[in-house]
């Protein structure tokens, strides 16, 4: 099976888009785009030249992903998402020479209108709370929150909060371990990817 996409929605010459991906309404994709296999992309999604997104990837209605943005696999975009290419921007300025790269590695999900400025990595199995404003990197499992966004906790990858990880948990919902090391928390399952 080829990729699905709704009649409204504008691919451009060149793009490229792995099979069983669905493209909704009113969705742009660029033509130096390179979409993997499996994703779903909501309704009214920019997705720029200089972008690459992963496998297994859900991006929700009326995100813009902007050139520089690399979203690894199975990364989860709430609704009206904002990513930034430029720190300082200036409409008379350009500034294209300057875009900033942003790294979405595998299995993170940032919340409902979270902003994420560009020049970040956001790690493995991140959660980028609601609302969030994202100016640094942010650790493997971390739990941020708030403008600007800040660590509150853990999160397995399956998605459950890790409460108390000191210095060694167990999620209760899926058995997977975790050890925590200063600011650095990782899994015990070596075949974690």
Same mark, same amino acid.
């Given at each position: 099976?080829?990729?699905?996409?709704?009649?409204?929605?504008?691919?451009?010459? /060149? !793009?490229? +888009? @792995?099979?069983?991906?669905? %493209?909704?309404?009113? &969705?742009?994709?660029?033509?130096?785009?390179? #979409? =993997?296999?499996?994703?779903?992309?909501?309704?009214?999604?920019?997705?720029?030249?200089?972008?690459?997104?992963?496998?297994?990837?859900?991006?929700?209605?009326?995100?813009?992903?902007?050139?520089?943005?690399?979203?690894?696999?199975?990364?989860?975009?709430?609704?009206?998402?904002?990513?930034?290419?430029?720190?300082?921007?200036?409409?008379?300025?350009?500034?294209?020479?300057?875009?900033?790269?942003?790294?979405?590695?595998? /299995? !993170?999900? +940032? @919340?409902?209108?979270?902003? %994420?400025?560009?020049? &970040?990595?956001?790690?493995?199995?991140?959660? #980028? =709370?609601?609302?969030?404003?994202?100016?640094?990197?942010?650790?493997?499992?971390?739990?941020?929150?708030?403008?600007?966004?800040?660590?509150?906790?853990?999160?397995?990858?399956?998605?459950?909060?890790?409460?108390?990880?000191?210095?060694?948990?167990?999620?209760?919902?899926?058995?997977?371990?975790?050890?925590?090391?200063?600011?650095?928390?990782?899994?015990?399952?070596?075949?974690?990817?």
């Amino acid at each position: 099976m080829t990729f699905l996409a709704h009649p409204s929605a504008i691919i451009d010459p /060149g !793009a490229q +888009i @792995g099979p069983e991906t669905r %493209i909704w309404h009113f &969705v742009h994709v660029s033509g130096g785009a390179r #979409i =993997g296999q499996r994703c779903v992309l909501g309704q009214g999604v920019f997705v720029a030249d200089n972008v690459v997104i992963g496998d297994g990837v859900k991006i929700q209605n009326n995100v813009s992903v902007y050139d520089g943005v690399v979203l690894e696999d199975d990364v989860f975009c709430g609704p009206s998402v904002v990513f930034t290419n430029v720190v300082n921007p200036r409409s008379h300025v350009s500034r294209k020479h300057a875009f900033g790269q942003t790294l979405v590695q595998r /299995g !993170a999900s +940032i @919340g409902a209108n979270a902003t %994420i400025v560009c020049g &970040v990595t956001l790690g493995r199995y991140c959660f #980028i =709370g609601a609302g969030a404003v994202v100016t640094r990197d942010v650790a493997d499992f971390a739990v941020v929150v708030g403008n600007p966004a800040h660590a509150m906790g853990w999160m397995c990858r399956c998605g459950e909060r890790l409460y108390h990880p000191q210095p060694a948990t167990t999620c209760t919902a899926c058995n997977t371990g975790y050890v925590l090391s200063g600011r650095t928390l990782s899994c015990d399952d070596e075949s974690l990817p």
